[in-house]
């Protein structure tokens, strides 16, 4: 089936660095979102990238949708303690669900 | 605007009993999914459903498990004769349209809070 495969699978950064995350896809996805999700809560969408090469920024957040429209980047400028949590990618690939990615975990030290 | 509404947030049930679990979606929402995660694990996709039609259940186990959206209140995910193995945290998200109605361009899903199931 359908698989989205995330990388780095975990990060531990220093307060004030920048991160960055990817995320495959084994097929075209017309459509990614990524999501964030802190413990004992619900993902929450941080971007929608609906076209291959566009570049969508939401404050210290830009992520991208990648030209061979198999994969997506998402990044965090100057981090913070409260960017600390899970990052998920999600698309729905030619289908009406909705398929997450295996998730980053993200740690910031102080 | 009301998000997507979950509960209840916490549910305990004994080996055998029936578990239901609500999920309210957004205001002019009418497509709800349902997802399970394990702990340390990725969101795995159960059912997708349009009000009072199923329209893709691939992801949910054939026995036990039924869902419905009425045309009247909330979604309902139902795990008959529970066991220890269907402790998990269960979300629903909610859109205005499918993904395919959006035509690519707006596609967009809002999640719940989560109930989280333990079974003992």
């Known amino acids: 089936g359908q698989q989205l495969n995330q990388s780095p699978q975990s990060m531990f950064i220093q307060e004030g660095e920048d991160v960055s995350m990817n995320c495959t896809s084994s097929s075209i996805f017309n459509t990614w979102l990524w999501y964030k999700q802190d413990p004992g809560e619900g993902p929450v969408l941080l971007i929608a990238?609906?076209?291959?090469?566009e570049l969508t920024s939401n404050g210290r957040l830009t992520a991208q949708f990648g030209i061979t429209r198999k994969d997506s980047f998402l990044n965090i400028s100057a981090s913070i303690p409260s960017d600390v949590g899970i990052y998920f990618c999600a698309g729905p690939p030619n289908t009406d669900k909705l398929i997450f990615g295996t998730g980053t975990r993200l740690q910031v030290f102080p | 605007n009301a998000g997507v509404m979950q509960n209840p947030r916490h549910l305990v049930r004994r080996r055998g009993q029936e578990a239901r679990l609500r999920c309210s979606p957004m205001k002019g929402h009418s497509h709800v999914y349902w997802y399970r995660q394990l702990p340390e694990e990725g969101l795995k996709f159960m059912v997708y459903?349009?009000?009072?039609?199923?329209?893709?259940e691939s992801g949910m186990p054939k026995e036990r498990f039924s869902a419905e959206f009425p045309k009247e209140g909330p979604s309902i995910l139902r795990i008959q004769q529970v066991v220890r193995g269907d402790s998990a945290a269960y979300f629903c998200a909610s859109s205005p349209v499918g993904f395919t109605e959006a035509l690519h361009s707006s596609f967009e899903a809002f999640f719940g809070q989560g109930t989280r199931l333990t079974v003992v």
């Open positions: 459903l349009q009000k009072e039609n199923i329209i893709d």
């Open positions: 990238l609906y076209k291959a090469g």
